[in-house]
């Protein structure tokens, strides 16, 4: 059973690197959190580093500016690792074909500029569907619209045996109030109407590949032991800390702030019932990071 705590100081000593999930633990798609600010700034001040692991479809840079405006100040994290930068390294070394479509809003047109990390980066055009040798989810047209508005173009691609790259594995997210569906609900229906789904982010191996690489890129190579996975999403960030053998902290006040019964800290018999149900065992669980 979980271990549920009072704050991330209780157990921090035994760590020296975080992975840090953002929407839900560091802020609410509107504004930063400043308990978890606070918490992940006196976390640095001892010596330990804060890799922030997201989901975001948007490169590194983009998801710096995106901290800046909701008030995230820089001495809360030392690296950005997004399934954003693990997809788009992804496609430009060709997974879905060089013809895709894009399934996203115009603001994530950034994902179509060539990484540099990448060498001789496929040359990668934006088509119409009928002219798609692959599909990139960036997130939906529409993110309040139900995911089953799909279906008829998802129909048309299964037929043609396309591959639709996930940018963002997340099923929902929650803006402020308002509770926001993710690329990962796409992928999920194309998956489940029979199509096939590639992922890069959260609970899948590659950004755990990336989070360790930025983490060394800063001097530092930490043993997993010695690296704690914080976030809201049991199916994400608690399921991919698991896969990876890496202990993890549940926030039981985010996505399953209701079926916990969160307020300040879970109800004990409503966390366990919920984590029985999804199945998950997170190291630790807080009501919010603080």
Request: net charge negative.
């Amino acid at each position: 059973m979980t271990r549920i705590i009072n704050s991330l100081s209780d157990i921090v000593h035994s760590y020296d690197a975080l992975f840090v999930d953002l929407w839900g633990c560091v802020h609410n798609g509107v504004s930063a959190l400043p308990d978890a600010v606070s918490a992940l700034q006196a976390y640095r001040k001892s010596g330990g580093k804060v890799v922030l692991v997201t989901n975001s479809p948007r490169p590194r840079a983009g998801v710096q500016k995106q901290l800046v405006h909701f008030g995230v100040p820089d001495d809360a994290w030392d690296t950005i690792a997004t399934s954003g930068d693990s997809a788009r390294s992804a496609m430009y070394r060709g997974v879905v074909g060089t013809r895709v479509w894009h399934i996203g809003p115009p603001g994530d047109l950034k994902f179509f500029e060539p990484p540099k990390v990448v060498e001789n980066p496929a040359d990668i055009e934006r088509v119409e569907l009928d002219a798609a040798e692959g599909m990139v989810c960036t997130g939906p047209f529409d993110s309040l619209a139900d995911p089953a508005v799909m279906r008829p173009q998802f129909l048309l691609a299964k037929q043609r045996g396309l591959k639709l790259l996930c940018a963002n594995p997340d099923i929902v997210v929650d803006r402020g109030e308002q509770r926001e569906w993710c690329a990962g609900a796409l992928a999920k229906l194309y998956t489940e109407m029979g199509g096939e789904s590639l992922y890069f982010g959260k609970p899948h191996p590659p950004i755990y590949d990336l989070a360790r690489r930025r983490l060394s890129d800063l001097g530092h190579d930490i043993a997993d032991s010695r690296i704690l996975a914080i976030g809201d999403g049991v199916l994400t960030d608690i399921a991919g800390a698991m896969g990876e053998d890496i202990d993890s902290l549940f926030i039981s006040g985010g996505l399953a702030a209701t079926e916990t019964k969160t307020t300040v800290d879970p109800d004990e018999t409503a966390l366990k019932a919920y984590l029985d149900t999804e199945m998950s065992n997170p190291t630790f669980t807080i009501g919010q990071l603080r």
